[in-house]
């Protein structure tokens, strides 16, 4: 509809001259969707990889943090903890693994498919100027047949003003030519975004969707190992709390 506005645009307003002409549609281009929607192609490419790498270091650092912890002196004394972290570190080792297959398939159904879509926009955009560039060479000698025009029709200027009218026509025609094809297939291509983008946004929710399962899944086993029946989070919290004031009451740590 942007692109359909644009002509309507220009009827309505009749422009009188070229000058005109180039003003309106300059005017009424600024508004058109194309820049907005390379911005934000460009954005979600760059904000997904971004995603993905967060992701990424999420998952390591929780690999390297249950590994720390599986390597602490405590585990050579107490097999209780010994069992407890060698079911942590289990559980971040596949919540890794997920992660990482999880990862590779936003790349192929999701990156990818934006960076090739952000590499149409260039060659659009050198359509764009070339039909600029077209205006402007229609302008010269659209601006050159009408002062021929406003002279005294002499016979040489007759001649001449022939003759620019025969070279303005073929440029009038390419500019004609260009413009048209813009205003019929940009309004293809942009709307063709959703045809385009719609799988790969299904992909990219059948992935979490296939990730967060899994978590659940690890995170409900892990809980089962480790987990203290019967205790509540406020009963843990007050048992932790109880033993942190029995490490304060010790005379080396106590305030002066």
Same mark, same amino acid.
């Given at each position: 509809?942007?692109?359909?506005?644009? %002509?309507?645009?220009? !009827?309505?307003?009749?422009? =009188?001259?070229?000058?005109?002409?180039?003003?309106?549609?300059? +005017? /009424?281009? *600024?508004?058109?969707?194309?820049?907005?929607?390379?911005?934000?192609?460009?954005?979600?490419?760059?904000?997904?990889?971004?995603?993905?790498?967060?992701?990424?270091?999420?998952?390591?650092?929780?690999?390297?943090?249950?590994?720390?912890?599986?390597?602490?002196?405590?585990?050579?004394?107490?097999?209780?903890?010994?069992?407890?972290?060698?079911?942590?570190?289990?559980?971040?080792?596949?919540?890794?693994?997920?992660?990482?297959?999880?990862?590779?398939?936003?790349?192929?159904?999701?990156?990818?498919?934006?960076?090739?879509?952000?590499?149409?926009?260039?060659?659009?955009?050198?359509?764009? %100027?070339?039909?600029? !560039?077209?205006?402007?060479? =229609?302008?010269?000698?659209?601006?050159?047949?009408?002062?021929? +025009? /406003?002279? *005294?029709?002499?016979?040489?200027?007759?001649?001449?003003?022939?003759?620019?009218?025969?070279?303005?026509?073929?440029?009038?025609?390419?500019?004609?030519?260009?413009?048209?094809?813009?205003?019929?297939?940009?309004?293809?291509?942009?709307?063709?975004?959703?045809?385009?983008?719609?799988?790969?946004?299904?992909?990219?929710?059948?992935?979490?969707?296939?990730?967060?399962?899994?978590?659940?899944?690890?995170?409900?086993?892990?809980?089962?190992?480790?987990?203290?029946?019967?205790?509540?989070?406020?009963?843990?919290?007050?048992?932790?709390?109880?033993?942190?004031?029995?490490?304060?009451?010790?005379?080396?740590?106590?305030?002066?």
């Amino acid at each position: 509809h942007h692109w359909r506005g644009l %002509k309507i645009a220009v !009827q309505r307003r009749s422009p =009188y001259n070229l000058t005109e002409l180039e003003r309106i549609c300059r +005017e /009424e281009l *600024e508004q058109l969707p194309k820049n907005r929607l390379e911005d934000q192609t460009k954005k979600l490419h760059k904000d997904m990889k971004k995603s993905t790498e967060a992701d990424i270091a999420m998952s390591k650092a929780a690999v390297k943090i249950s590994g720390d912890l599986l390597s602490n002196p405590l585990c050579e004394q107490d097999q209780a903890f010994l069992e407890s972290m060698t079911a942590l570190d289990t559980a971040m080792k596949r919540m890794d693994s997920f992660n990482q297959e999880k990862v590779n398939q936003i790349s192929k159904t999701v990156i990818d498919p934006l960076k090739k879509y952000s590499s149409v926009f260039p060659s659009l955009n050198m359509a764009v %100027k070339r039909r600029e !560039q077209a205006l402007q060479d =229609y302008k010269r000698l659209q601006s050159k047949v009408e002062k021929y +025009e /406003e002279k *005294e029709k002499t016979g040489p200027i007759m001649v001449k003003l022939h003759q620019a009218r025969e070279e303005l026509r073929p440029v009038r025609e390419d500019f004609e030519s260009k413009n048209k094809q813009l205003l019929d297939e940009m309004p293809k291509f942009y709307h063709s975004r959703i045809d385009y983008f719609q799988p790969s946004f299904e992909a990219l929710i059948r992935a979490q969707v296939v990730y967060f399962t899994e978590m659940h899944n690890i995170f409900s086993e892990l809980t089962d190992q480790i987990d203290q029946a019967g205790l509540t989070d406020e009963q843990r919290e007050r048992e932790n709390e109880a033993k942190l004031n029995e490490l304060r009451a010790l005379s080396i740590v106590a305030d002066d």
